[in-house]
């Protein structure tokens, strides 16, 4: 009877609902009018935005069924465009996501370093979140900034020609943000 009850609890799978609200729904509805009718698939990126933005910042497996369901194509399509970009997170992130880039440019100018600073500083791998929830540290490849290396993006905004101390101050910004709207 124990053991019955165990595997019946493993096999349980609970449905998760995803679905656009109403203004959100009008935001996809714009968005693919942007394509000529029957290339909706040509919405895919800024749709994945939308639903990343919409759903907590990450992009679920449902969410990315449901996406695929609205925009009328395979959910393969979907995966194989969101596992693609580092754009698109495929589990939950924090509240603030550093992604520093670490291609040539990148590197020779030190964010190796500066990718192990923050490690250490906020004890966590490349791919991991702080437990506070609040940080995020992603290794990216390019993000067309070369000449101000080494840089990470945080949000939609570049931080540029970083050093420790310029990220100690970044640090200390996300908190104060993270405090003052808490």
Known sequence: MIFHLAFSIQNLKLKVVVKFNEQQLTEFNRLVA???????????????????????????NETMDYVAELLQLNPIEVYEVATFYSMYNLKPVGKYTFEVCQTGPCMLRGSNDIIAYIKEKLNIKAGETTADGLFTLKTVECLGACGYAPMMQLGKNYREHLTKEKVDAIIAECQQHATANN
């Open 34 to 60: 942007r394509y000529p009718q029957g290339k909706q698939k040509s919405a895919l990126l800024p749709v994945l935005h939308l639903a990343q933005e919409s759903f907590g910042g990450w992009l679920s």
